[in-house]
């Protein structure tokens, strides 16, 4: 096995886009202190909509997704009322469908040589 990184899209797309952000993140390790909102906001919507599917309860995935997400006043898109209007058309759309979630997203942490 080589010594020499493996390349992704990920890495090097960070490259192309910002040389100084790959240096810090692939070779250095750090991670910044806040994660950007659309990251944030997907993240609360994945478990916002885990809850949906749990007991199609619309006010507790609702709940769901503001515990998870403040929203940014730079970003006019990703709020909260946002998220709340997307998860009624969706509760709306869906109550009637006739299947069922096995599985949700599990976290997966692992080792990479």
Not at 42 to 61: E, N, P, R
Not at 65 to 78: E, I
Not at 81 to 87: F, P, V
Request: hydrophobic share 30%; net charge positive.
């Amino acid at each position: 096995m080589s010594d020499r990184p493996r390349l992704s899209y990920s890495r090097i797309s960070t490259f192309q886009a910002c040389q100084r952000k790959y240096y810090w993140h692939y070779v250095r390790g750090i991670e910044p202190l806040t994660s950007p909102t659309p990251l944030r906001f997907g993240t609360a919507w994945h478990k916002a909509m885990s809850a949906w599917h749990k007991d199609h309860d619309l006010t507790q995935a609702k709940t769901t997704f503001t515990a998870g997400f403040c929203d940014d006043p730079t970003d006019r898109l990703r709020t909260n009322q946002t998220a709340h209007t997307m998860l009624t058309k969706y509760a709306e759309h869906y109550a009637q469908e006739p299947f069922e979630v096995l599985l949700d997203e599990q976290k997966v942490i692992t080792n990479v040589r």
